[in-house]
């Protein structure tokens, strides 16, 4: 599996939007589920969206409603769209690859065994 591909990340006004991208072509990629997790500065790990290869998606209830997440199987890629953005959005944010993952499963981190390098965002009110 090649090293996870995530961009997007930057430095935006409280009520912006950001999209976070996460590419990459190898075989768990394609057939797996994707996730975001988020750590914020002092804070643990948190889940934020999930996506399954057969597109059942999975949200934090404190994204649900401003975030949406989906694929693009063509090209390889998982876009996580942020509206809404507020200061307790501010995080490094992590893209992840699993095996397929059902429910309850998709919420945990232990379910997804590539991580990427995160990308920062930050929110300034």
């Known amino acids: 599996q090649a090293q996870l591909e995530e961009s997007g990340g930057g430095l935006v006004q409280a009520g912006d939007s950001l999209r976070l991208s996460c590419s990459n072509s190898g075989r768990a990629f394609r057939t797996g589920a994707v996730a975001w997790f988020r750590q914020s500065p002092g804070q643990e790990r948190k889940f934020a969206a999930a996506i399954t290869r057969y597109g059942a998606i999975y949200y934090s209830d404190s994204v649900k409603g401003r975030f949406t997440i989906s694929r693009d199987n063509a090209n390889n890629t998982v876009y996580l769209q942020m509206n809404g953005l507020s200061s307790e959005d501010t995080a490094v944010y992590y893209c992840?690859?699993?095996?397929?993952?059902?429910?309850?499963?998709?919420?945990?981190?232990?379910?997804?065994?590539?991580w990427g390098q995160g990308t920062q965002v930050t929110v300034s009110s």
């Open positions: 992840a690859v699993g095996a397929a993952c059902h429910s309850v499963a998709c919420y945990l981190a232990r379910t997804y065994t590539y």
